[in-house]
Every structure is written in structure tokens, then in C-alpha cells.
């Protein structure tokens, strides 16, 4: 874990997948991890985990839970061309740096 990655989708951002066996679904980011170069998408990448049996579910349970995906596999959604896009910067006249998106070039709120 010696290297950061450079992140550039930012938590609540709607993506899009790109690849793989979620590719074409849409979600939205829930956390971030730069460490990994992943990030966690509602409703994408969902695995089954074997808890045992505890005070509070004497049974034991199978909880399905929301597991990291690599940022390369997603694109953030751009909805004036409702595809997915990837992420660029640009500075204003008073020097401030926004997100916009690469097709279309409007800015990301």
C-alpha cells in the first residue's frame, strides 16, 4: 500500500460499469479507497458472506454485502448524452479547478 491512487470520481457520483459481469448497470458511489484504486457502487458487486452464529441471530445468516470494484472497470454518467463518459479538469478565470465531463465538457455538480 506505498502508492495512492489518484481517485477522480468523488462519493455520490452517479457511474456506469464498464466491463465485466455488471457491465451496463448504473449506480451511485457509497466510498472511495485510494489505497486500492476502488471504490464501493450501490447495488454493484455484491457478495454473499457465511456469518455465524451469534446472541443475535442464533441461526447464523448469510448477509449480502457490497464489495469494492476497480475504478478502470467504471465511468462516471453523463446525463445530457446518457452514456458514460470519463472525467476531466479545467480551470476558470479566477484559477479554481472543476470536474467536467471528457464528451460532452459541462461540468459535473
Not at 457490497?66 to 465511468?75: E, H
Not at 464528451?103 to 459535473?108: A, F
Given at each position: ?26 449506480g451511485k458511489v457509497l466510498a472511495?479507497?485510494?489505497?486500492t484504486n476502488k471504490v464501493t457502487?450501490?447495488?454493484?458487486n455484491i457478495a454473499k458472506k ?60
Amino acid at each position: 500500500m506505498s502508492d495512492m491512487y489518484k481517485i477522480r470520481l468523488k462519493k455520490g457520483d452517479t457511474v456506469v460499469v464498464r466491463a465485466g459481469k455488471y457491465k451496463g448497470k448504473t449506480g451511485k458511489v457509497l466510498a472511495t479507497f485510494p489505497a486500492t484504486n476502488k471504490v464501493t457502487v450501490e447495488g454493484i458487486n455484491i457478495a454473499k458472506k457465511h456469518v455465524k452464529p451469534n446472541r443475535l441471530h442464533p441461526q447464523g445468516e448469510i448477509v449480502n454485502l457490497t464489495v469494492p470494484i476497480n475504478v478502470s472497470k467504471l465511468g462516471i454518467f453523463d446525463p445530457s448524452t446518457k452514456k458514460a463518459s470519463r472525467i476531466a479538469y479545467k480551470l476558470d478565470k479566477n484559477g479554481e479547478k472543476s470536474r467536467v465531463f471528457a464528451k460532452s465538457g459541462k461540468e459535473i455538480k
